[in-house]
């Protein structure tokens, strides 16, 4: 069982760039999270997704970000007009679903995408 | 608002010595408790998981206790190894009205000396 998977691995874009982050999580996992770790600072959550649907996104910045899990294909994390403040290593992880569709279970993390923004 | 403090910061140490990373939290109104492992530009390694109802979990030569009522969690290695070197995060979920995010500490950059 693959796990999950993050690309592309390193990205750089120069500022008022588009970024877009995917994630594909293991398989049979229907929950999605996506964290954002800044240099020199703990990992932050952005946003909870299920197939389809946003959960959670308190933590997502209110303008540039935007998150989505189709019904097919990967979770993307899209960032708009980049600008160098953005440069940081994104993770996405994953959790399958318990009963009743919620998720407590353990998340399992992919390897992160580094932005670099110049 | 929840928040998670990891002591020490940074920690080195001989190879074959026992030791312990600390980690605290401010709400005990917690789920469970994650200890990941991040190797440099590396992605997270989950190690332990502790459910809010269970004192320890072990793992080879890993033991991770959880406190809740104190708010508190230690990771023990036992007979460490240069292979340890890392930095070992910890990492809550909230019982109820968090949503399903983690909230992560700081950080304990770990050096295993030969």
């Known amino acids: 069982n693959a796990g999950v998977m993050q690309n592309p691995r390193h990205l750089v874009r120069r500022r008022g760039q588009e970024a877009r982050l995917r994630c594909s999580p293991m398989?049979?996992?229907?929950?999605v999270y996506w964290y954002r770790q800044l240099p020199e600072e703990g990992l932050k959550f952005m946003v909870y997704?299920?197939?389809?649907?946003?959960?959670?996104e308190s933590g997502m910045p209110k303008e540039r970000f935007s998150a989505e899990f189709p019904k097919e294909g990967p979770s993307i994390l899209r960032i708009q007009q980049v600008v160098r403040g953005d440069s940081a290593a994104y993770f996405c992880a994953s959790s399958p679903p318990t009963s009743g569709g919620a998720s407590y279970n353990e998340q399992f993390f992919g390897p992160g995408t580094r932005l670099t923004v110049l | 608002k929840q928040e998670v403090t990891q002591i020490p910061a940074a920690l080195s140490v001989p190879e074959g010595e026992n030791l312990v990373l600390n980690c605290s939290f401010t709400?005990?109104?917690?789920?469970?408790l994650q200890w990941f492992r991040q190797d440099p530009g590396k992605g997270l390694t989950s190690l332990l998981l502790?459910?809010?109802?269970?004192r320890e979990q072990t793992s080879g030569r890993l033991n991770a206790s959880l406190d809740k009522s104190s708010g508190r969690s230690t990771l023990y290695i036992a007979a460490s190894q240069p292979g340890d070197s890392a930095t070992y995060l910890c990492?809550?979920?909230?019982?109820?009205?968090?949503?399903?995010?983690?909230?992560f500490g700081t950080g304990t950059q770990l050096k295993v000396e030969l």
């Open positions: 398989k049979g996992h229907s929950h």
């Open positions: 997704l299920q197939k389809e649907n946003i959960i959670d």
């Open positions: 990492a809550v979920k909230r019982l109820t009205g968090g949503g399903n995010k983690l909230t």
């Open positions: 709400d005990s109104a917690i789920y469970n």
């Open positions: 502790i459910q809010s109802s269970q």
